[in-house]
């Protein structure tokens, strides 16, 4: 009978090890505070996400944490030596998807945090992410990271942190020298590709690249191209399957936006046609 309990027992402490530490379920919420604010600026933040300072759990996000995903990744200028950016994380519905707002975030656009996000396993989400003043954004992903493991209760896979953060840092150098949705949905079709990249020679690949690239109207330089297919190495490394069905649904809101936006741009090349057409006829009827 003794045995017969003790290998009970042992069963179900591997069972309880085997399972996660906490389910993740709709409505769970954290704050995620820069750790150089004032209490002035923690105010203000808090007005910024339309919340009572209490109402939800609040964690802090400082500088070295920052710097242990960023560091040799990015700018001094840009990394900076303060943690200022913030974030409120409320999870979703499974297969809600993600929702990003951001305020006084200079050099992460929403769709660079969403794109990230995927990366690193955060799938169904509301993030808000917010400063005091005008900021790069960077510590704001090491929060998410820590907001969103509060929840769960488990960590992230550490490597596709890591690359979410290369993937964050490539995509807005990117960004750079050409439009920001362009440079998010070339990253995008990068990752949509990674099952046949994985067999590609650098040259190759750099082919590839390029032809992505040409699709959306730009020739990168090779620096740039060299940053893309690093990245593309790093991807390779994840479990790709369910990234690259997140993808194809983030890419769809992708298309969508850059249609709208041609759109736009068509209409606005058409009304300037029209009115160059009448400017052009009061002159000649004047002249």
């Known amino acids: 009978m003794k045995r017969i309990l003790s290998l009970l027992l042992a069963l179900a402490v591997l069972l309880s090890a085997a399972a996660p530490a906490l389910a993740l379920t709709e409505g769970q919420e954290r704050v995620v505070i820069g750790a150089d604010l004032t209490q002035e600026q923690v105010e203000t933040v808090y007005s910024q996400f339309g919340l009572t300072r209490g109402a939800v759990t609040e964690l802090y996000v400082t500088n070295a944490e920052e710097r242990d995903y960023l560091e040799g990744l990015v700018d001094e200028s840009i990394i900076g030596h303060n943690s200022i950016s913030c974030v409120y994380i409320r999870t979703l519905a499974p297969g809600t998807g993600l929702t990003v707002w951001t305020n006084n975030i200079t050099w992460c656009t929403?769709?660079?945090?969403?794109?990230?996000?995927?990366?690193?396993?955060?799938?169904?989400?509301?993030?808000?992410?917010?400063?005091?003043?005008?900021?790069?954004?960077?510590?704001?992903?090491?929060?998410?990271?820590?907001?969103?493991?509060?929840?769960?209760?488990?960590?992230?896979?550490?490597?596709a942190k890591q690359t979410a953060a290369d993937e964050l840092v490539v995509t807005a150098e990117l960004a750079d020298q050409i439009d920001d949705i362009d440079a998010v949905a070339i990253v995008a079709d990068l990752k949509l590709l990674l099952d046949e990249t994985q067999t590609m020679s650098d040259d190759s690949l750099r082919s590839q690249v390029n032809d992505i690239a040409s699709q959306y109207g730009y020739t990168l330089d090779p620096g740039m191209v060299d940053e893309l297919i690093g990245l593309c190495r790093r991807l390779e490394g994840l479990s790709t399957d369910d990234l690259q069905s997140k993808v194809e649904q983030f890419k769809a809101t992708l298309s969508t936006v850059t249609q709208y936006a041609q759109q736009v741009q068509s209409f606005g090349q058409k009304v300037a046609g029209v009115v160059e057409s009448v400017v052009a006829f009061f002159q000649s009827l004047f002249s």
């Open 110 to 159: 929403q769709d660079m945090y969403k794109s990230a996000l995927l990366t690193a396993g955060i799938y169904d989400a509301e993030v808000k992410v917010t400063a005091p003043f005008g900021v790069s954004g960077t510590a704001a992903l090491t929060g998410i990271y820590k907001a969103y493991e509060s929840i769960t209760g488990a960590p992230l896979q550490q490597q």
